[in-house]
């Protein structure tokens, strides 16, 4: 076989480079190629990763209880067949919605899980819709009627201003900050809303250090400020915007005073964002998961598109660009939602979310459609159950018995909050079905855990569902299985398999997911093989102000301002300011015990999530869990770099190590996400170290305080106190493992 180079897109994080992959007789040789200056693969060699001895080989399936951690190995036949015919007959007893699947944040071949699914006839898959940037594509939708596609950073070179709001692309969208700095140079401005001096805030022009949670009122109050100084772009107003008097009036209840109150920013720097912003234009904003992880996240993301409408942003080069729809066979296409009977979509779990569910997704869709002539992908987050919705009807049986589940490359013992609830419900289930590169604290839990081919020894066609009009393709470089040593398959086979098991057969056509891309390269008079070889397609011209044709793929044919969608759907159609469940305001008493604003899961290099823990070198940047306090707060404390300290919410505590870091405010600590530690064992009540300081044991996903349209859960708003941990379990060594 000798020497071969290949070309596999990366899936460590978000830019999916194309990467020259050298094998020689199906091993590894080497990676080369990252364009990205920040690459966290750059950390550690790849070899290292990609052939760690934990790495999963063979499907397992639970011998003793749950929990032990006793496997015994069996074949994907075995495999395949046993979870079919456990499905089936759950099906037959309680209905196909008994069946939900929680997947991860877009890592492999997701289309299938959503095909497997419809054509089971259960509309529960859950996952990270709600709480990534499905929140944001969800209100551009509606608002704009296409969601724009701020994965194009080429379009940054035309860009005036950019503004972050809760983002911060140095760790998190690499591409999209290198775009940024370059934009820099050219003397672009740049706008960082952030309770953090976070990377991104360093090289601000502006910096808004805000209050944890109060985003909508800061923008709130910019709008106001652009309005009354009459900084807006009139005529597209007037032509192209519905609703613009009543959004007046309503910006008008947040003047600065009173937003600087709500938000701890200074009137002058609300001021001065909100003049560059409508000033240096185009502009364009862009939200991230501070603003996502909301208890009230559409209204800041609603007051965001509709600041980037008002100065006349939308769909001109350098500002919120609108694609469209993508001239090939898309992954909602592949989805298969028609399947879905109209009666079992109405079981969705979460539905009280309509703008997510229906009827929202419809009435989004419809429009998006009659104008579009396709539906848009929404980064792959369509018509979803909401999480902790899955997780409570699973631990309680309400409203209807969640039986089996089944999580495909995603974490939820790390990544959903209230971990005592998703324990509680993975424990009760009767079938639990993981597939995953790893051993994680989720899979020790599991009945099954079935090992799953990376990014390297699989084919991806990628796009970024549809949010960028650059078309990417990469090739296996490895082959899954190789006898006598291990035995993967890709996602793909996976469901593939469970379908052809379950009378879905002619449903599923192609034998490969290479077949499937021909299938969906068809329309563009291509072959998977072709693009393989180019590397990648972009259209030749790009059509701006294409609303000037067609309108906007809204009811009103226009950029709502004042949301029609909201309305029918029995929502305020502008966007407002709320209190956090938990705030100093609004639970004086909360407060008295717990002191300080808690924020969690700012991204940090080398790790993605809950990732790659078990990397030794990637461990040796962050051995342990990391928590940043102010010093004055951390000598109030009594507590130094390095020490132990308990972050305590009324929800639960988990212990982190100390970074006393003077860019956080006084009255807020940001907590690390993603932490369990390999190295531990992974029977209970350890279970790889679950309990010690992963910070979902100190979140809640009550749906009472998620986001009322979108079911997004709070995740940076909760108030919590922070003391020195004094002793370390029995050994004096050891953290225990289930804290109280
Ligand atoms: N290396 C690495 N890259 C990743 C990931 C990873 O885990 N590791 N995850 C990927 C995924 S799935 C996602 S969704 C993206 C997320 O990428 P980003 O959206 O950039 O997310 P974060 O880093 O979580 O949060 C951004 C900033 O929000 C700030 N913040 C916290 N609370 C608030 C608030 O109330 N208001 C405002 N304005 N800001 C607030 C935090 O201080 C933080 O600096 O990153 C992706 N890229
Ligand atoms: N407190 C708090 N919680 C958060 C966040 C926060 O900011 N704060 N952020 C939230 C956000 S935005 C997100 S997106 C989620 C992320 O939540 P998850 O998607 O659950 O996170 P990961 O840790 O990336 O889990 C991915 C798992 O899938 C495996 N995997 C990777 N690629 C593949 C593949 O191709 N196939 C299969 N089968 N498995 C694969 C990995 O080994 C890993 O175990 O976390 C959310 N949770
Ligand atoms: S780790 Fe991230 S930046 Fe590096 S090659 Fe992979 S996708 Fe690109
Ligand atoms: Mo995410």
């Known amino acids: 076989m000798g020497k071969e180079i290949k070309h596999s897109l990366c899936f460590w994080c978000k830019p999916r480079c194309r990467l020259r992959v050298e094998v020689e007789d199906n091993r590894l040789v080497r990676i080369q190629g990252s364009p990205i200056k920040a690459c966290p693969r750059k950390y550690c060699p790849d070899l290292e990763r990609f052939y760690h001895p934990d790495r999963l080989t063979y499907p397992l399936k639970r011998i003793g209880d749950k929990g032990q951690n006793r496997w015994q190995r069996i074949t994907w036949d075995e495999a395949l067949n046993e979870i079919a015919s456990k499905l089936a007959d759950l099906k037959g007893r309680h209905g196909a919605e008994t069946l939900a699947v929680s997947r991860g944040t877009s890592r492999t071949h997701e289309e299938f899980t959503m095909r497997f699914l419809n054509l089971f006839g259960s509309p529960n898959q859950c996952g990270q819709a709600q709480i990534c940037h499905g929140n944001s594509a969800v209100v551009a939708t509606a608002l704009f009627g296409w969601w724009p596609y701020w994965m194009n950073t080429e379009k940054l070179a035309n860009t005036k201003c950019v503004m972050l709001i809760g983002r911060n692309p140095p760790h998190t969208h690499q591409t999209i900050w290198e775009g940024i700095l370059k934009a820099k140079e050219n003397g672009t401005k740049l706008i960082v809303i952030d309770p953090r001096r976070c990377e991104s805030a360093e090289e601000a022009d502006l910096w808004l250090q805000v209050r944890p949670g109060t985003d909508a009122a800061l923008l709130l109050g910019m709008i106001d400020v652009i309005i009354r100084e009459g ?37 002058e720097q609300i001021r001065a964002a909100a003049r560059m912003f409508a000033t240096e234009t185009p502009s364009c904003a862009m939200e991230g998961m501070g603003v996502a992880h909301q208890p009230n996240s559409y209204s800041p993301i609603a007051a965001r598109h509709i600041l980037s409408a008002i100065v006349g942003n939308v769909d001109v080069p350098g500002g919120e660009e609108l694609m469209g729809p993508a001239p090939f066979v898309t992954e909602l296409e592949m989805e298969m939602a028609g399947a879905l009977s109209a009666e079992q979509r109405a079981k969705v779990l979460g539905k009280q979310f309509r703008l997510y569910t229906s009827p929202g997704y419809e009435l989004i869709q419809s429009n998006v459609e009659r104008v579009w002539g396709k539906r848009c992908d929404m980064f792959g987050y369509n018509h979803i159950a909401t999480a902790p919705s899955v997780y409570k009807a699973i631990a309680t049986s309400d409203p209807y018995p969640v039986r089996a589940l089944i999580t495909v490359a995603s974490n939820p013992m790390v990544t959903i909050p209230d971990t005592k ?13 993981v597939t995953d590169y790893f051993m994680t604290p989720s899979a020790a839990l599991a009945d099954y855990v079935l090992p799953s081919a990376s990014w390297l020894e699989r084919p991806h066609l990628w796009n970024y569902h549809n949010t960028t009009p650059v078309l990417r393709a990469g090739e296996a470089a490895l082959p899954p299985s190789i006898p006598g040593k291990y035995d993967r398959r890709t996602d793909f086979d996976f469901w593939r398999g469970l379908g052809m098991r379950l009378g879905q057969a002619e449903h599923w056509p192609w034998e490969s997911l290479e077949e499937t891309y021909d299938y969906r390269l068809k329309p563009m008079g291509m072959t998977f093989q ?100 102010h010093p004055d707060t951390a000598a109030e404390v ?28 006084r009255r807020v600590v940001h907590a690390q996400h993603g932490w369990w530690y390999p190295e531990m ?21 009550d749906e009472s305080t998620c986001d009322e349209a979108l079911g997004s859960w709070p995740l940076r708003t909760f108030q919590c106190r922070v003391y020195k941990v004094q002793s370390f379990g029995q050994d004096g060594k050891t953290v225990p493992p289930i804290p109280g």
């Open 530 to 629: 072709d693009l393989v070889e180019k590397g990648k397609w972009a259209p030749e011209t790009y059509e701006y102000r294409k609303y000037e044709k067609t309108g906007f793929g809204t009811p009103t044919g226009k950029i709502e301002l004042w949301s029609t969608v909201m309305e029918t759907l029995g929502y305020d159609p502008l966007p407002s300011y709320k209190e956090p469940p938990e705030s100093p305001t609004r639970t004086p008493e909360l407060s008295d015990q717990y002191p300080l604003i808690l924020i969690t899961g700012g991204r940090f290099h080398p790790f993605f999530h809950s990732e790659h823990r078990q990397v030794e070198t990637l461990r040796k940047y962050y051995p342990w869990a990391t928590m940043q306090i």
């Open 681 to 701: 064992p992974a029977e209970e009540p350890w279970l790889h170290g679950v309990w010690i300081s992963n910070i979902n044991v100190c979140t809640s996903g």
């Open 421 to 433: 609830l998703v324990y509680k419900a993975l424990k009760s289930l009767d079938l639990y079905v």
């Open 231 to 267: 900084l807006y772009d009139r005529e597209f107003v007037t032509k192209w915007c519905h609703g613009f008097d009543e959004l007046a009036e309503r910006a008008r209840q947040y003047p600065l005073r009173k937003v600087s109150e709500i938000t701890w920013v200074p009137e």
């Open 638 to 665: 009594g507590v130094a770099d390095d020490d132990w300290v308990w972050i305590e919410t009324q929800h639960g505590r988990v212990m982190q190590k100390v970074q006393v870091f003077e860019g956080v405010d």
